[in-house]
Nanobody, 120 residues
């Protein structure tokens, strides 16, 4: 029922760009904050960027600030991550996340991830 499907990952050279997309279904998308996380082998999963349910506010990890942009389209149930000036250290599996806090509880939905590799 609930699905978050990422796409857009791939191999790109340092300095290049990629746009990741996530299509959501099975839940009330506009009620959820959305975010992108990434995890490299042997490292902890880290928050990359987040956007509020209305799109009114965004937050970015210091490591990607100024290079990445998160956006959402609630009419299409999508969230995107535009990644520019990519660096080898951006290599990771990128996951789409939806979060809602209600009645004191946190509900998280996760996609299966898409691989981003930045290499010459």
């Amino acid at each position: 029922q609930v699905q978050l499907v990422e796409s857009g990952g791939g191999l790109v050279q340092p300095g290049g760009s990629l746009r990741l997309s996530c299509v959501a279904s099975g839940f009330t998308f506009s009620s959820y904050s959305m975010s992108w996380h990434r995890q490299a082998p042997g490292k902890e999963r880290e928050l990359v960027a987040s956007i509020s349910s209305t799109g009114g506010s965004t937050n970015y990890a210091d490591s990607v600030k100024g290079r990445f942009t998160i956006a959402r389209d609630n009419s299409k149930n999508t969230v995107a991550l535009q990644m520019n000036s990519l660096k080898p250290e951006d290599t990771a599996v990128y996951y789409c996340n939806g979060r809602r806090v209600f009645f004191g509880n946190i509900r998280d939905y996760w996609g299966q991830g898409t691989q981003v590799t930045v290499s010459s």
